[in-house]
Protein backbone atom coordinates (compact mmCIF):
# COMPACT_ATOMS: atom_id res chain seq x y z
CA UNK A 1 0.00 0.00 0.00
CA UNK A 2 1.53 2.95 -1.18
CA UNK A 3 1.62 6.90 0.67
CA UNK A 4 -1.26 7.93 -1.39
CA UNK A 5 -3.25 5.08 -0.07
CA UNK A 6 -2.56 5.29 3.16
CA UNK A 7 -3.41 9.02 3.04
CA UNK A 8 -6.69 8.22 1.69
CA UNK A 9 -7.81 5.92 4.65
CA UNK A 10 -6.56 8.37 7.11
CA UNK A 11 -8.47 11.06 5.81
CA UNK A 12 -11.58 8.81 5.30
CA UNK A 13 -11.45 7.97 8.77
CA UNK A 14 -10.83 11.64 9.90
CA UNK A 15 -14.36 12.17 7.97
CA UNK A 16 -16.05 9.34 9.24
CA UNK A 17 -15.41 10.29 12.86
CA UNK A 18 -16.31 14.07 12.43
CA UNK A 19 -19.58 13.11 10.75
CA UNK A 20 -20.64 10.71 13.55
CA UNK A 21 -19.68 13.43 16.51
CA UNK A 22 -21.09 15.50 13.83
CA UNK A 23 -24.32 13.61 13.87
CA UNK A 24 -24.48 12.38 17.01
CA UNK A 25 -23.26 15.01 19.51
CA UNK A 26 -24.56 18.21 17.76
CA UNK A 27 -27.98 17.89 18.99
CA UNK A 28 -27.69 20.51 21.72
CA UNK A 29 -26.19 22.98 20.50
CA UNK A 30 -28.66 22.89 17.62
CA UNK A 31 -31.01 23.82 20.25
CA UNK A 32 -28.87 26.51 21.74
CA UNK A 33 -28.70 24.59 24.94
CA UNK A 34 -24.89 25.00 26.44
CA UNK A 35 -23.45 22.27 28.02
CA UNK A 36 -19.67 20.73 28.36
CA UNK A 37 -17.67 19.08 25.13
CA UNK A 38 -18.88 15.62 25.00
CA UNK A 39 -15.69 13.03 23.59
CA UNK A 40 -16.07 11.29 21.05
CA UNK A 41 -18.21 7.31 21.92
CA UNK A 42 -18.77 8.23 25.56
CA UNK A 43 -20.09 11.83 25.34
CA UNK A 44 -19.69 13.26 28.80
CA UNK A 45 -19.89 9.84 30.77
CA UNK A 46 -16.19 9.18 30.85
CA UNK A 47 -15.99 9.85 34.67
CA UNK A 48 -19.31 7.43 35.45
CA UNK A 49 -18.06 4.89 33.30
CA UNK A 50 -14.60 4.75 35.11
CA UNK A 51 -16.60 4.84 38.53
CA UNK A 52 -15.01 8.28 39.67
CA UNK A 53 -18.05 9.56 39.78
CA UNK A 54 -21.96 8.68 40.54
CA UNK A 55 -24.77 10.19 38.01
CA UNK A 56 -25.61 12.69 41.25
CA UNK A 57 -22.40 14.13 41.76
CA UNK A 58 -21.43 14.24 37.83
CA UNK A 59 -24.88 16.30 37.67
CA UNK A 60 -24.04 18.32 40.33
CA UNK A 61 -20.46 19.30 38.80
CA UNK A 62 -22.47 20.03 35.61
CA UNK A 63 -24.95 22.59 37.84
CA UNK A 64 -22.46 24.42 39.45
CA UNK A 65 -20.29 24.74 36.38
CA UNK A 66 -22.67 26.14 34.35
CA UNK A 67 -23.78 28.49 37.36
CA UNK A 68 -25.85 30.68 35.73
CA UNK A 69 -28.14 28.69 32.84
CA UNK A 70 -31.19 27.90 33.73
CA UNK A 71 -30.68 24.10 31.56
CA UNK A 72 -27.26 22.01 30.21
CA UNK A 73 -27.26 19.78 27.55
CA UNK A 74 -25.07 16.11 28.31
CA UNK A 75 -24.55 13.17 26.28
CA UNK A 76 -24.39 9.70 27.88
CA UNK A 77 -22.36 8.39 25.25
CA UNK A 78 -24.48 9.39 22.05
CA UNK A 79 -27.94 10.18 23.69
CA UNK A 80 -29.02 13.92 24.65
CA UNK A 81 -29.88 14.08 28.16
CA UNK A 82 -31.03 17.51 29.51
CA UNK A 83 -30.63 18.44 32.80
CA UNK A 84 -33.00 21.27 34.22
CA UNK A 85 -32.16 23.41 36.99
CA UNK A 86 -34.95 26.46 36.89
CA UNK A 87 -37.22 25.53 39.41
CA UNK A 88 -40.16 26.99 37.65
CA UNK A 89 -39.27 24.54 34.81
CA UNK A 90 -38.86 21.62 37.45
CA UNK A 91 -42.20 22.48 38.60
CA UNK A 92 -43.64 21.92 34.94
CA UNK A 93 -42.02 18.71 34.79
CA UNK A 94 -43.05 17.56 37.95
CA UNK A 95 -46.49 18.95 38.26
CA UNK A 96 -47.80 21.22 35.35
CA UNK A 97 -46.89 19.10 32.58
CA UNK A 98 -46.67 15.73 34.56
CA UNK A 99 -48.76 13.80 32.18
CA UNK A 100 -45.84 14.44 29.45
CA UNK A 101 -43.19 13.67 32.16
CA UNK A 102 -45.21 10.84 33.71
CA UNK A 103 -42.57 8.27 32.63
CA UNK A 104 -38.91 7.90 35.06
CA UNK A 105 -38.00 6.19 31.82
CA UNK A 106 -36.09 3.63 34.04
CA UNK A 107 -35.38 0.19 32.61
CA UNK A 108 -38.01 -2.69 33.12
CA UNK A 109 -36.45 -6.41 31.60
CA UNK A 110 -38.99 -9.15 32.67
CA UNK A 111 -37.23 -11.79 31.85
CA UNK A 112 -34.14 -10.80 33.17
CA UNK A 113 -34.97 -8.79 36.40
CA UNK A 114 -38.16 -9.59 37.25
CA UNK A 115 -38.11 -7.53 40.24
CA UNK A 116 -37.64 -4.32 37.92
CA UNK A 117 -40.93 -4.37 37.09
CA UNK A 118 -41.97 -2.60 40.61
CA UNK A 119 -43.61 0.55 41.72
CA UNK A 120 -40.56 3.13 41.06
CA UNK A 121 -39.66 1.72 37.84
CA UNK A 122 -42.90 1.33 36.19
CA UNK A 123 -44.21 2.94 32.71
CA UNK A 124 -47.10 5.04 33.33
CA UNK A 125 -49.72 2.63 31.78
CA UNK A 126 -49.05 -0.15 34.91
CA UNK A 127 -47.48 2.47 37.20
CA UNK A 128 -50.85 4.71 37.54
CA UNK A 129 -53.52 1.64 38.49
CA UNK A 130 -50.85 -0.06 40.66
CA UNK A 131 -49.93 3.56 42.65
CA UNK A 132 -53.53 4.30 43.09
CA UNK A 133 -54.23 0.79 44.57
CA UNK A 134 -51.36 0.88 47.24
CA UNK A 135 -51.68 4.21 48.35
CA UNK A 136 -53.99 3.16 51.16
CA UNK A 137 -51.42 1.39 52.74
CA UNK A 138 -49.17 4.72 53.32
CA UNK A 139 -51.93 7.03 54.35
CA UNK A 140 -51.60 8.80 57.92
CA UNK A 141 -54.37 6.96 59.10
CA UNK A 142 -53.00 3.87 58.42
CA UNK A 143 -49.72 4.99 59.87
CA UNK A 144 -51.28 5.96 63.13
CA UNK A 145 -52.46 2.04 63.49
CA UNK A 146 -49.46 0.76 62.57
CA UNK A 147 -47.25 2.92 64.99
CA UNK A 148 -47.39 -0.01 67.92
CA UNK A 149 -45.42 -2.12 65.80
CA UNK A 150 -42.98 0.37 65.06
CA UNK A 151 -42.63 0.94 68.63
CA UNK A 152 -42.43 -3.38 69.14
CA UNK A 153 -39.34 -2.50 66.70
CA UNK A 154 -37.89 0.17 68.36
CA UNK A 155 -37.92 -1.40 71.94
CA UNK A 156 -35.97 -4.54 70.12
CA UNK A 157 -33.49 -2.01 69.09
CA UNK A 158 -33.17 -0.19 72.17
CA UNK A 159 -32.35 -3.74 73.60
CA UNK A 160 -29.82 -4.43 71.18
CA UNK A 161 -27.96 -1.07 71.70
CA UNK A 162 -27.92 -2.16 75.67
CA UNK A 163 -25.80 -5.20 74.37
CA UNK A 164 -23.20 -3.45 71.98
CA UNK A 165 -22.46 0.03 73.34
CA UNK A 166 -21.20 -1.38 76.39
CA UNK A 167 -18.33 -3.04 74.14
CA UNK A 168 -16.80 0.13 73.98
CA UNK A 169 -16.14 0.32 70.29
CA UNK A 170 -16.76 2.50 67.42
CA UNK A 171 -20.17 1.02 65.61
CA UNK A 172 -20.51 1.88 61.43
CA UNK A 173 -24.06 3.25 61.77
CA UNK A 174 -25.14 2.66 58.34
CA UNK A 175 -25.46 -1.41 59.06
CA UNK A 176 -26.90 -0.51 62.67
CA UNK A 177 -29.83 1.42 61.46
CA UNK A 178 -30.65 -0.95 58.59
CA UNK A 179 -31.10 -3.44 61.43
CA UNK A 180 -33.73 -1.18 62.67
CA UNK A 181 -35.65 -0.44 59.67
CA UNK A 182 -35.60 -4.16 57.96
CA UNK A 183 -36.77 -5.14 60.85
CA UNK A 184 -39.82 -2.60 61.04
CA UNK A 185 -40.59 -3.34 57.28
CA UNK A 186 -40.48 -6.94 58.21
CA UNK A 187 -43.27 -6.10 60.57
CA UNK A 188 -45.24 -3.70 59.47
CA UNK A 189 -45.29 -4.56 55.96
CA UNK A 190 -45.17 -8.35 55.50
CA UNK A 191 -46.32 -9.00 59.12
CA UNK A 192 -43.08 -11.04 59.63
CA UNK A 193 -40.53 -11.40 62.68
CA UNK A 194 -37.68 -10.89 60.68
CA UNK A 195 -35.29 -11.01 63.70
CA UNK A 196 -32.30 -8.88 62.26
CA UNK A 197 -31.27 -7.60 64.96
CA UNK A 198 -30.74 -11.31 66.84
CA UNK A 199 -29.47 -13.30 63.82
CA UNK A 200 -26.83 -11.17 62.07
CA UNK A 201 -27.12 -14.31 58.93
CA UNK A 202 -30.94 -14.27 58.32
CA UNK A 203 -32.31 -14.21 54.55
CA UNK A 204 -33.76 -10.34 54.79
CA UNK A 205 -30.14 -9.14 55.56
CA UNK A 206 -28.27 -11.25 53.15
CA UNK A 207 -31.14 -10.06 50.53
CA UNK A 208 -30.95 -6.42 51.83
CA UNK A 209 -27.16 -6.32 51.28
CA UNK A 210 -26.80 -8.02 47.87
CA UNK A 211 -29.70 -5.30 46.38
CA UNK A 212 -27.67 -2.62 47.30
CA UNK A 213 -24.00 -4.07 46.83
CA UNK A 214 -21.63 -1.76 45.49
CA UNK A 215 -19.19 -4.02 44.08
CA UNK A 216 -17.01 -3.12 40.78
CA UNK A 217 -18.84 -6.19 39.27
CA UNK A 218 -22.82 -4.96 40.18
CA UNK A 219 -21.79 -1.53 38.99
CA UNK A 220 -20.45 -2.75 35.69
CA UNK A 221 -23.84 -4.76 35.06
CA UNK A 222 -25.74 -1.78 36.37
CA UNK A 223 -23.97 0.47 33.53
CA UNK A 224 -24.11 -2.09 30.75
CA UNK A 225 -28.19 -2.72 31.29
CA UNK A 226 -28.36 1.22 31.27
CA UNK A 227 -26.11 2.36 28.39
CA UNK A 228 -25.83 -0.70 26.61
CA UNK A 229 -29.40 -2.66 26.13
CA UNK A 230 -28.98 -4.73 23.88
CA UNK A 231 -25.86 -6.37 25.37
CA UNK A 232 -27.48 -6.57 28.21
CA UNK A 233 -30.60 -8.53 26.14
CA UNK A 234 -27.81 -10.49 24.72
CA UNK A 235 -26.34 -11.65 27.73
CA UNK A 236 -29.56 -11.70 29.84
CA UNK A 237 -29.55 -15.67 30.86
CA UNK A 238 -26.10 -15.31 32.21
CA UNK A 239 -26.98 -12.25 34.29
CA UNK A 240 -30.43 -13.62 36.22
CA UNK A 241 -30.48 -13.51 39.73
CA UNK A 242 -32.66 -16.77 40.95
CA UNK A 243 -31.97 -16.70 43.96
CA UNK A 244 -33.40 -12.59 44.66
CA UNK A 245 -36.32 -13.82 42.14
CA UNK A 246 -37.14 -16.82 43.96
CA UNK A 247 -36.57 -14.98 47.47
CA UNK A 248 -39.33 -12.27 46.85
CA UNK A 249 -41.53 -14.40 44.78
CA UNK A 250 -41.78 -17.07 47.48
CA UNK A 251 -42.08 -14.83 49.98
CA UNK A 252 -45.36 -12.90 48.81
CA UNK A 253 -47.07 -15.99 47.57
CA UNK A 254 -46.03 -18.21 50.60
CA UNK A 255 -47.36 -15.30 52.93
CA UNK A 256 -50.38 -14.84 50.88
CA UNK A 257 -50.95 -18.23 50.97
CA UNK A 258 -51.01 -18.75 54.13
CA UNK A 259 -53.13 -15.99 55.08
CA UNK A 260 -56.28 -17.03 52.93
CA UNK A 261 -55.95 -20.31 54.01
CA UNK A 262 -55.82 -19.04 58.05
CA UNK A 263 -58.41 -16.07 57.32
CA UNK A 264 -55.42 -13.92 58.54
CA UNK A 265 -56.69 -9.68 58.00
CA UNK A 266 -53.95 -7.06 59.07
CA UNK A 267 -54.94 -4.82 56.29
CA UNK A 268 -51.25 -4.37 55.10
CA UNK A 269 -49.07 -4.13 52.55
CA UNK A 270 -49.32 -7.83 51.71
CA UNK A 271 -53.09 -7.99 52.23
CA UNK A 272 -53.25 -4.90 49.64
CA UNK A 273 -51.15 -7.34 46.97
CA UNK A 274 -53.51 -10.33 47.85
CA UNK A 275 -56.75 -8.03 47.25
CA UNK A 276 -55.05 -6.80 43.89
CA UNK A 277 -54.31 -10.73 42.55
CA UNK A 278 -58.05 -11.29 43.67
CA UNK A 279 -60.09 -8.88 41.56
CA UNK A 280 -57.17 -7.92 38.21
CA UNK A 281 -60.27 -6.61 37.14
CA UNK A 282 -59.95 -3.84 39.16
CA UNK A 283 -56.51 -3.06 37.67
CA UNK A 284 -57.12 -2.01 33.92
CA UNK A 285 -56.92 -5.80 32.56
CA UNK A 286 -52.74 -5.68 34.63
CA UNK A 287 -52.31 -8.86 34.56
CA UNK A 288 -51.13 -9.52 38.17
CA UNK A 289 -48.72 -12.43 37.75
CA UNK A 290 -46.88 -13.78 40.84
CA UNK A 291 -43.18 -11.66 39.77
CA UNK A 292 -45.32 -8.14 39.79
CA UNK A 293 -46.89 -8.83 42.56
CA UNK A 294 -43.36 -9.67 44.14
CA UNK A 295 -41.40 -7.13 42.74
CA UNK A 296 -44.23 -4.59 44.27
CA UNK A 297 -42.67 -6.17 47.96
CA UNK A 298 -39.29 -6.26 46.67
CA UNK A 299 -39.40 -2.25 46.59
CA UNK A 300 -40.97 -1.83 49.46
CA UNK A 301 -38.52 -3.73 51.06
CA UNK A 302 -35.34 -2.27 48.93
CA UNK A 303 -36.56 1.52 49.82
CA UNK A 304 -38.87 1.23 53.13
CA UNK A 305 -35.39 -0.21 55.38
CA UNK A 306 -32.27 1.60 53.21
CA UNK A 307 -33.37 5.01 52.36
CA UNK A 308 -34.52 5.43 56.33
CA UNK A 309 -31.35 3.42 57.30
CA UNK A 310 -29.36 6.27 55.44
CA UNK A 311 -30.82 9.04 56.58
CA UNK A 312 -30.69 7.52 59.96
CA UNK A 313 -26.75 7.21 59.71
CA UNK A 314 -26.26 10.77 58.20
CA UNK A 315 -28.10 12.55 60.80
CA UNK A 316 -26.29 10.97 63.48
CA UNK A 317 -23.18 11.80 61.29
CA UNK A 318 -23.62 15.43 61.90
CA UNK A 319 -25.07 15.14 65.15
CA UNK A 320 -21.59 13.83 66.32
CA UNK A 321 -19.88 16.92 64.30
CA UNK A 322 -22.56 19.20 66.02
CA UNK A 323 -22.53 18.66 69.62
CA UNK A 324 -24.68 21.71 70.49
CA UNK A 325 -27.20 20.62 67.87
CA UNK A 326 -27.25 17.02 69.32
CA UNK A 327 -27.79 18.39 73.30
CA UNK A 328 -30.65 20.84 71.92
CA UNK A 329 -32.57 17.71 69.88
CA UNK A 330 -32.24 15.54 73.02
CA UNK A 331 -33.59 18.17 75.31
CA UNK A 332 -36.45 18.37 73.29
CA UNK A 333 -36.92 14.00 73.43
CA UNK A 334 -36.61 14.64 77.29
CA UNK A 335 -39.15 17.67 77.37
CA UNK A 336 -41.29 15.59 75.21
CA UNK A 337 -41.15 12.01 76.62
CA UNK A 338 -41.53 13.78 80.29
CA UNK A 339 -45.46 15.16 78.84
CA UNK A 340 -46.05 11.72 78.23
CA UNK A 341 -45.01 9.69 81.54
CA UNK A 342 -41.70 8.99 79.36
CA UNK A 343 -44.04 6.66 76.98
CA UNK A 344 -43.09 7.39 73.19
CA UNK A 345 -47.01 8.20 71.38
CA UNK A 346 -47.31 8.91 67.67
CA UNK A 347 -48.60 12.68 68.43
CA UNK A 348 -45.32 13.35 70.62
CA UNK A 349 -43.37 11.96 67.25
CA UNK A 350 -45.48 14.92 65.15
CA UNK A 351 -45.03 17.46 68.13
CA UNK A 352 -41.08 17.37 67.64
CA UNK A 353 -40.62 20.32 65.72
CA UNK A 354 -36.74 20.70 66.26
CA UNK A 355 -36.46 17.01 65.53
CA UNK A 356 -38.31 17.67 61.83
CA UNK A 357 -35.83 20.27 61.35
CA UNK A 358 -32.89 17.87 61.91
CA UNK A 359 -34.47 15.49 59.77
CA UNK A 360 -34.87 18.11 56.73
CA UNK A 361 -31.73 19.21 57.31
CA UNK A 362 -30.58 15.87 56.86
CA UNK A 363 -32.50 15.14 53.64
CA UNK A 364 -30.95 18.84 52.34
CA UNK A 365 -27.59 18.03 52.85
CA UNK A 366 -27.47 13.89 52.01
CA UNK A 367 -30.89 13.41 49.90
CA UNK A 368 -30.49 9.42 48.77
CA UNK A 369 -31.76 9.65 45.73
CA UNK A 370 -29.65 12.55 44.63
CA UNK A 371 -31.49 12.33 40.51
CA UNK A 372 -34.71 12.68 39.71
CA UNK A 373 -35.28 10.89 36.12
CA UNK A 374 -37.94 11.51 33.55
CA UNK A 375 -38.85 11.13 30.15
CA UNK A 376 -41.04 13.01 27.83
CA UNK A 377 -43.78 11.06 25.85
CA UNK A 378 -44.23 13.40 22.88
CA UNK A 379 -42.07 16.01 21.52
CA UNK A 380 -41.95 19.55 23.97
CA UNK A 381 -41.40 23.15 24.04
CA UNK A 382 -40.30 24.49 27.50
CA UNK A 383 -42.10 27.62 29.07
CA UNK A 384 -40.64 30.77 28.18
CA UNK A 385 -37.44 29.21 26.21
CA UNK A 386 -37.30 28.31 22.86
CA UNK A 387 -35.89 24.37 23.65
CA UNK A 388 -37.62 21.78 21.98
CA UNK A 389 -36.88 17.91 22.82
CA UNK A 390 -38.70 15.60 20.73
CA UNK A 391 -40.39 11.99 22.55
CA UNK A 392 -38.67 9.69 24.33
CA UNK A 393 -35.96 12.43 25.65
CA UNK A 394 -34.41 11.91 29.07
CA UNK A 395 -34.54 15.19 31.24
CA UNK A 396 -32.16 15.02 34.60
CA UNK A 397 -33.10 17.26 37.96
CA UNK A 398 -30.09 17.51 39.67
CA UNK A 399 -31.25 17.11 43.45
CA UNK A 400 -28.42 16.71 45.02
CA UNK A 401 -26.96 19.83 43.38
CA UNK A 402 -30.06 22.42 44.02
CA UNK A 403 -29.91 20.98 47.74
CA UNK A 404 -26.06 22.83 47.59
CA UNK A 405 -26.50 25.51 45.98
CA UNK A 406 -25.72 28.42 48.08
CA UNK A 407 -28.47 31.01 46.00
CA UNK A 408 -30.95 28.36 48.07
CA UNK A 409 -29.10 27.64 50.92
CA UNK A 410 -26.50 29.47 52.11
CA UNK A 411 -22.91 28.26 53.16
CA UNK A 412 -24.26 24.96 52.15
CA UNK A 413 -21.76 22.56 53.57
CA UNK A 414 -23.18 23.78 56.89
CA UNK A 415 -25.62 21.43 58.75
CA UNK A 416 -27.76 24.11 60.23
CA UNK A 417 -31.32 22.32 60.66
CA UNK A 418 -32.83 26.25 61.13
CA UNK A 419 -32.90 26.53 58.13
CA UNK A 420 -36.25 24.68 57.77
CA UNK A 421 -37.98 27.45 60.15
CA UNK A 422 -41.08 28.17 59.16
CA UNK A 423 -40.38 31.47 57.60
CA UNK A 424 -37.33 30.19 55.93
CA UNK A 425 -39.33 27.14 54.48
CA UNK A 426 -42.08 29.93 52.81
CA UNK A 427 -39.58 32.17 51.34
CA UNK A 428 -38.15 29.10 49.46
CA UNK A 429 -39.66 28.20 46.31
CA UNK A 430 -40.83 24.88 46.86
CA UNK A 431 -39.08 22.99 44.22
CA UNK A 432 -35.13 23.63 45.90
CA UNK A 433 -36.09 21.03 48.08
CA UNK A 434 -36.96 17.67 46.66
CA UNK A 435 -35.80 14.75 48.58
CA UNK A 436 -39.15 12.63 48.22
CA UNK A 437 -39.61 14.00 44.63
CA UNK A 438 -43.03 16.12 43.95
CA UNK A 439 -45.81 15.53 42.10
CA UNK A 440 -47.85 13.00 41.54
CA UNK A 441 -44.80 10.56 41.52
CA UNK A 442 -43.68 11.67 44.37
CA UNK A 443 -42.40 8.78 47.22
CA UNK A 444 -45.27 7.31 47.87
CA UNK A 445 -43.81 6.03 51.42
CA UNK A 446 -42.55 9.45 52.36
CA UNK A 447 -45.02 9.60 55.56
CA UNK A 448 -43.79 6.21 56.76
CA UNK A 449 -39.79 6.93 56.07
CA UNK A 450 -40.60 9.73 58.25
CA UNK A 451 -42.01 7.88 61.00
CA UNK A 452 -39.35 5.27 60.99
CA UNK A 453 -36.28 7.48 61.06
CA UNK A 454 -37.41 9.85 63.68
CA UNK A 455 -38.52 7.37 65.80
CA UNK A 456 -34.86 5.32 65.60
CA UNK A 457 -33.35 8.70 66.07
CA UNK A 458 -35.35 9.28 69.12
CA UNK A 459 -34.35 5.74 70.78
CA UNK A 460 -30.46 6.39 70.28
CA UNK A 461 -30.49 9.72 71.42
CA UNK A 462 -32.68 9.50 74.47
CA UNK A 463 -29.92 7.16 76.11
CA UNK A 464 -27.13 7.80 73.79
CA UNK A 465 -24.81 10.07 72.85
CA UNK A 466 -22.77 10.05 69.60
CA UNK A 467 -19.37 11.30 69.06
CA UNK A 468 -16.35 11.40 66.68
CA UNK A 469 -14.01 8.64 66.48
CA UNK A 470 -10.61 7.70 64.83
CA UNK A 471 -12.63 6.01 61.79
CA UNK A 472 -15.44 8.55 61.21
CA UNK A 473 -15.24 9.75 57.83
CA UNK A 474 -14.04 13.60 57.62
CA UNK A 475 -14.14 14.80 54.94
CA UNK A 476 -17.03 12.86 54.06
CA UNK A 477 -16.29 11.55 50.41
CA UNK A 478 -19.29 10.05 48.70
CA UNK A 479 -18.99 6.60 47.24
CA UNK A 480 -19.56 6.58 43.50
CA UNK A 481 -20.32 3.01 43.09
CA UNK A 482 -23.24 3.74 45.67
CA UNK A 483 -26.97 3.44 44.73
CA UNK A 484 -27.82 5.71 46.86
CA UNK A 485 -25.57 8.61 48.37
CA UNK A 486 -22.99 6.75 51.23
CA UNK A 487 -19.98 7.76 52.19
CA UNK A 488 -16.79 5.60 51.28
CA UNK A 489 -15.95 2.94 54.11
CA UNK A 490 -19.76 3.85 55.92
CA UNK A 491 -20.44 6.16 59.26
CA UNK A 492 -18.17 5.14 61.93
CA UNK A 493 -19.21 6.45 65.62
CA UNK A 494 -18.71 5.61 69.02
CA UNK A 495 -21.56 5.33 71.57
CA UNK A 496 -22.18 6.50 75.35
CA UNK A 497 -24.38 6.19 77.80
CA UNK A 498 -26.12 9.52 78.64
CA UNK A 499 -25.80 10.00 81.95
Known amino acids: MGPFEILCIVVAIYIFINCYRTSKHEFWKNQGVPGPKPLLFLGNFKDILLNRLSPGEFAKNIYDEFTNESMVGVYARNTPILIIKDAEVIKDVLIKDFNIFANRGLPVHEKIEPMSQNLVN ?67 AFGIDINTLSDEKNDFTRMGRKIFDDSFRRSMRIKVRDLAPWLFKLLGPFLIDREMNDFFTNLISETMEYRKKNNVVRHDFVDLLLFMKENPDKLNDIKMTDSLLAAQAFVFFAAGFETSSTTMSNALYELALNPSIQDELRKEIENELKTSDG ?32 KSSKKYTFSGTKVTIPKDTNVWIPVYGIHRDPKNYPDPNIFDPERFDDNEVTSRHPMVYLPFGEGPRNCIGARFAIFQTKVGLIRILQNYKVNQCDKTPIPYINNPRAFLLAPMGGIHLKFSKVS
Request: charged share 30%; hydrophobic share 35%; net charge positive.
Open 343 to 374: KLTYDGVKHMKYLHKVFQETLRKYPPATLLVR
Open 122 to 188: LEPDRWRPLRKKLSPVFTSGKLREMFYLLLESSNHFEQYLEKIVPKNESIECRQLTSKFTMDVIGSC
